[in-house]
């Protein structure tokens, strides 16, 4: 904490009067410190889409991740030939990219039309970009979206690293039932 706060100050009687600013009552404030030397960035458009009360943080950094292309999908790891064959882990007949594993592959069309059916959401293009939009989904929906690509990447890699495979019902019963836990608490299918 020290360098940065002398980074920041121009001298030491002016990081002197930034540490009497930083107390309350004759304590030390780290918040305040930490406020006073961060880097303060504006905040990015999607973060109201990706972040929220009733999503689990795990699925959405896996959004954010497919919304970035960011996912150490077969065709990036084929590129840097850490792959040998490009194909996809869930149906098994096309090469896999993000787009084709969230959207166009058999398996993951499967649960998410089911979980789009249970949430009432027509889908009428499958692109997580334009789901996440504001005004476009209802909480739950957008829950129940992030929670399926998150799982349906969990099931890819399960499927890679450990040859085991759940079939599209039993990974779309797994959604409903962690989306209706985390959002209200008991299951209410």
């Known amino acids: 904490m020290k360098d940065p706060l002398l980074h920041t100050a121009c001298s030491s009687d002016q990081a002197l009067q930034l540490l009497d600013s930083c107390t309350s009552h004759q304590r030390y404030c780290t918040g ?17 889409q ?9 699925h959405s950094f896996t959004a954010v991740m497919v919304l970035h292309n960011g996912l150490p999908t077969v065709d990036k790891l ?10 996809c882990a869930l149906c098994e007949h096309s090469c896999e990219d993000i787009h084709h594993l969230f959207f166009d592959c058999d398996f993951s069309r499967q649960v998410l ?11 009428t293009t499958y692109s997580l970009a334009f789901i996440l939009q504001d005004g476009v ?7 129940s979206l ?3 690509v998150y799982y349906l990447w969990k099931e890819r890699n399960t499927r890679i690293f450990n040859g085991v495979k759940y079939s ?11 989306v209706t ?3 209200y608490g008991s299951l209410q299918l």
Not at 50 to 58: F, N, Q, R, Y
Not at 137 to 143: E, H, L, T, Y
Not at 168 to 178: G, L, Q, Y
């Open 181 to 183: 836990l985390r959002l």
């Open 78 to 87: 084929t590129s840097r030939r850490l792959f040998m064959v490009n194909r």
């Open 137 to 143: 989904c209802s909480m739950k929906q957008r829950a």
């Open 32 to 48: 305040s410190m930490y406020d006073y030397i961060r880097t303060r960035r504006d905040s990015v458009p999607w973060a109201k």
């Open 168 to 178: 599209a019902e039993s990974i779309s019963i797994v959604i409903k039932n962690v």
């Open 113 to 123: 039309t089911t979980i789009a059916h249970w949430v009432s959401l027509p889908l």
């Open 146 to 148: 992030m929670a399926t």
């Open 50 to 58: 990706v972040h929220g009360d009733g999503w689990h943080p795990k």
